[in-house]
């Protein structure tokens, strides 16, 4: 059969509850039989996230085919096309690295790995002398080993102490993590895929299930083509697969406006409150934090939802019917919302609404977060990433105490003292010189990561030394110092974890080309050359084979939600992956989480203590145990706030960015196989036909997409995307096995895009148009932040814009209004007044001058905010934040006016003038580098206390006053404001130790 063509294969359609039939698929290399297969060997498929169990063919030495295995509780024996033709073939191509390269003199040349090691431990000695463990950081996969992860965290977290380790996971996945962290208390899927079997209803948000996991897509037309299908919800601005099966089943096709996902929750939820389809009981027993949902969500009226998102209302109500009526309903969520403005807060949505109903944890009614990767998972709970292994909490010293016992090192080893790097923010350590040391593993970033330009310099230039790991000279690796040639899948053994939970063992089938190493050998090879010691002097890391190192893994895990200890590798070779938590009370591991309605928000357990979702400050441990949750689940809403700018008449064009059915991430391993390079050899962009009329481009034409950060020439296809978006695949960068394109066009969807992340999870925005342009000099105002485009087809060049109002600029900071003066002595009201009342402004008259007080320090706290965010415009949060919380000022400012002119306004007074000469005294000029970072943070952390503690002294008089209004203004800007702080307290910490131990 052609999987090319027929992407899911047969149909074997059956009734709800009934278990899904099993198929085995099955592919060789051409000439092989399955009689001439000399051993087939147990594996997963490690070319999407769903880990379909499988066993790889093994011949004269060789991978030379794969096969479904039918007893797998995750595939039920079938495979994808990537699986099928992609998973194996790349590991015979004549292009592999098989020794270490080192730079000399600018070009990459083949050494020995004690001279490419050695000259790794030679920088990393050097650099830990001058500047300290915080001069390393580590970039890394979604496609190692449980064991690799687990080995490396060690390493950084124990050995060195860097708190900078990410993955590429970071660009799409970091938000699942963040979702089920603020909702739940930890990490973990809480459904099952066994939930498509049971459940009645489908919502998939921003998720093209038929092209990134095809096998679970499969899974599902499997049920939507029986006799009794679940009804399927589509939330994507493209027309997908997933979209006509929304409308072949009965459901709503939702197109929103990108950008604009968090409003059609808010929409969803309202209409949840709205039809009386909460179940009030169940909320009230197991979660938190109901009231302030439903004040957060009563604006988004259907009409006000489609206003805003341009979908119809009737879809809106009709999507939340079905939500509401249904009484099972699974909801699968991907990049759609991932890689789009407000992430998590969209994300944590998505499980308000399954909260409201009472659907998690029984079968049929759950979410499935998905991972983009397959093993994704095992990065987040091995702490590879931005996490403390086995989901413990960076806030809890206690958690900390106990991987410091664990691996016996000073706790103060271990980088606890301040919130985790993230991956933009180690590419922008290593753009400025403080991170000196960059190690690469297994991913390709030059090409994957937003604004590849700037990539491709921080990469190529004199301040950081690259260390790459990977298979082949990517586009990343030709630029990298140090260049070690690594064993892919099918050449080593370890495990994996994919989207529900599932852990499989993957055995080495075949040994690796040349002297290329596993990624676990590599680590250990570099650990032994610098010596790491525990604190009594026996070597950090104990274990030398893949099995040892799962078994100390394991009892990092024990007692942790992703328990492992009833795990081993013998009962992983039994006939399918086995979900975690496995332990002795849970011998065959648990399909779903939270059956008992009990979550893991305890303060002394949960893995985080929440973050403002609009923002990202973090909330304290005397907050969160203050909320007492007691294992309830939170329900966590946010406004929608528009992104930054929105389209305009000269740039009426949005840029959004996705994947493709034949390829995986930036085609290192899918691109070097034929039937899958023939399927999708190169890139394209994709518009709407109305654009495509208007711009007189047609099916097929060549097209340049322009942006003020590069271009990009490829084919136009027509069709399937929203009016007024622009879709290109980020898998194509310059290099390619048959040069599909000769003349050197940029295809390299990146090009375009702009480094910038959600507040809350750190993950890349990706989905949405992009700020373009050079930073430019200090102070200088970025340009807008979205892509505009010229599409030039034939001779005739036509051309379109995409950007936002204002022809595609930010309006600058405008002086705000002051209130009309007063005089200080007001004539005597004539009219008369009841008995035992005075007038407010002779009566008050020091509380008249404490508002004149708010109304200058929330003008100069919103001048402040947008100084500093300007003059750090290359600190991409920084410039976005600081302009979301000058907002909140300006929006305080304004609500304060008709207060000041019941009061009468004192606009004169030494303690009017207060905030004017902090703002002078502080922020005269905006200070460069770090440290000036630091110190600029400091002083609107200054500003943001003023204005606080004013709040509070005007609330408590306002309560005294019996004025009911400037109570209710008082509390609510009281709050802002402390979100407000709450951020730069964050952001302080973050940016404290790189200023002041690192920095030059």
Not at 465 to 492: I, R
Request: aromatic letters at 6%.
């Amino acid at each position: 059969m052609d999987r090319i063509a027929d992407i899911w294969g047969p149909r074997t359609p059956h009734a709800r509850g009934t278990v899904w039939p099993a198929r085995v698929d099955r592919h060789l290399e051409k000439g092989v039989a399955e009689e001439d297969v000399e051993r087939w060997v147990r594996s997963a498929c490690v070319l999407c996230s769903n880990g379909c169990g499988c066993e790889i063919a093994v011949k004269d030495g060789r991978m030379v085919g794969v096969r479904g295995v039918a007893t797998d509780v995750v595939n039920h024996g079938r495979l994808g096309p990537k699986g099928l033709y992609g998973s194996w073939s790349w590991a015979n191509s004549a292009d592999r690295l098989t020794r270490p390269l080192v730079r000399e003199n600018g070009r990459l040349v083949e050494t020995d790995w004690e001279t490419a090691m050695g000259r790794i431990a030679e920088v990393s000695r050097r650099l830990l002398a001058e500047k300290g463990p915080l001069s390393h950081g580590f970039y890394t996969s979604g496609q190692l080993f449980l064991e690799e992860y687990y080995t490396l965290a060690v390493i950084g977290k124990a050995g060195l102490g860097t708190p900078h380790m990410d993955g590429n996971t970071r660009l799409c996945t970091a938000t699942s993590a963040a979702a089920f962290k603020e909702s739940f208390g930890t990490d973990g899927q809480p459904g099952s895929y066994t939930d498509i079997e049971h459940c009645d209803a489908l919502f998939l948000f921003g998720h093209n299930m038929p092209e990134t996991q095809t096998v679970l897509w499969a899974r599902v037309l499997d049920r939507t083509r029986a006799d009794d299908p679940p009804k399927v919800v589509c939330v994507d601005p493209r027309r997908t697969k997933v979209a006509e099966e929304a409308e072949r089943t009965g459901g709503v096709h939702l197109a929103p406006r990108v950008g604009t996902n968090m409003a059609l929750m808010n929409g969803l939820a309202r209409e949840l409150f709205a039809g009386g389809r909460v179940d009030e009981e169940w909320v009230g027993r197991h979660t938190l934090g109901v009231e302030e949902l439903r004040g957060t969500v009563e604006p988004y009226t259907p009409e006000e939802t489609a206003r805003i998102c341009g979908v119809d209302a009737e879809d809106v109500r009709r999507a939340a019917r079905i939500f509401g009526e249904s009484e099972r309903v699974l909801s699968t969520v991907l990049q759609g919302f991932y890689q789009s403005h407000q992430a998590t807060a969209a994300a944590v949505a998505v499980h308000n609404l399954h909260l409201l109903r009472g659907m998690i944890g029984r079968p049929g009614a759950g979410v499935l977060q998905m991972n983009g990767q397959p093993t994704a998972q095992n990065t987040r709970e091995c702490g590879a990433d931005g996490d403390l292994p086995g989901f413990r909490n960076w806030s809890n010293p206690a958690h900390v105490r106990e991987l410091a016992k664990l691996w016996n090192v000073d706790e103060l080893t271990i980088p606890h003292w301040a919130p985790p790097t993230h991956a933009m923010q180690i590419f922008r350590y290593a753009e400025q010189g403080s991170v000196g040391l960059l190690w690469i593993s297994a991913t390709n970033p030059v090409v994957s990561m937003p604004e590849s330009s700037r990539v491709r310099r921080i990469l190529g230039g004199e301040k950081c030394f690259a260390v790459v790991q990977d298979l082949f000279l990517t586009e990343t690796a030709e630029l990298a110092d140090v260049v070690l040639p690594a064993a892919g899948w099918g050449e080593k053994t370890g495990c994996y974890t994919n989207v529900n939970r599932t852990v499989h063992l993957s055995e080495k089938a075949v040994e690796p080309p040349g002297e290329a190493r596993s990624d676990l050998d590599i680590f250990l090879m570099y650990a032994d050359a610098m010596d790491f010691r525990d604190s009594d002097g026996a070597p950090l890391v104990k274990w030398r084979t893949p099995e040892e190192a799962f078994d100390a893994w394991r009892e990092c895990s024990r007692g942790r939600p992703c328990d492992y200890s009833g795990l081993s590798y013998d009962r992983l070779r039994g006939p399918t992956g086995i979900p975690w938590p496995c332990t002795e009370e849970h011998p065959d591991g648990t399909d779903r989480l939270y059956a008992d309605g009990v979550f893991n928000t305890d303060p002394e357990y949960c893995e985080t203590y929440g973050h403002d979702l609009l923002t990202g400050g973090t909330v304290t441990p005397v907050e969160y145990r203050a909320k007492a949750p007691a294992g309830r689940a939170f329900l966590k809403g946010a406004a929608y706030v528009p992104p930054h700018e929105e389209p305009g008449e000269e740039y009426p064009l949005l840029y959004t960015t996705g994947r493709t059915v034949y390829h995986f991430h930036t085609r290192t391993k899918t691109g070097r196989s034929r039937e899958l390079n023939r399927a999708a050899p190169d890139a394209w962009a994709e518009l709407s036909a109305p654009d495509a009329r208007r711009l007189g481009i047609a099916e097929g034409d060549r097209a340049r997409v322009e942006s003020p950060r590069g271009a990009i020439e490829v084919r136009a296809r027509i069709g399937h995307v929203r009016e007024g978006t622009v879709f290109a695949p980020f898998h194509y960068g310059r290099w390619d096995p048959e040069e599909v394109s000769p003349d050197g066009a940029p295809r390299q969807a990146n090009e375009l895009t702009m480094t910038i992340w959600d507040p809350v999870s750190k993950a890349a925005v990706l989905q949405d148009g992009r700020l373009p342009g050079d930073q430019g000099r200090r102070r200088r105002r970025p340009r807008s932040r979205a892509h505009h485009h010229r599409l030039r087809a034939g001779r005739r060049p036509r051309t379109a814009h995409t950007g936002r109002a204002g022809g595609g600029h930010r309006r600058r900071a405008r002086p705000h209004p002051r209130l009309p003066g007063r005089p200080r002595h007001r004539p005597r009201d004539p009219r008369p007044h009841r008995r035992g009342r005075r007038p407010r402004e002779v009566l008050m008259p020091r509380l008249a001058v404490y508002v004149g007080l708010l109304h200058r320090s929330e003008q100069t706290l919103a001048e402040a905010l947008r100084t500093v965010g300007e003059g750090h415009a290359a600190e991409a949060d920084v410039y976005h934040v600081c302009d979301t919380l000058a907002k909140m000022s300006e929006e305080h400012v304004r609500r304060l006016e008709p207060v000041a002119r019941r009061y009468g306004e004192q606009a004169a007074g030494e303690d009017v003038e207060e905030p004017e000469r902090l703002h002078a005294e502080g922020l005269a000029g905006v200070r460069e580098g770090p440290v000036g970072l630091l110190r600029d943070l400091q002083d609107l952390y200054v500003l943001g206390t003023l204005v606080q503690t004013t709040w509070t002294v005007v609330a408590q008089a306002a309560q005294g006053a019996r004025d009911r209004e400037l109570l209710e203004l008082a509390h609510r800007c009281e709050g802002e404001t402390g979100r407000q702080l709450s951020w730069l307290n964050t952001r302080l910490k973050a940016a404290a130790p790189q200023a002041l131990l690192v920095a030059g």
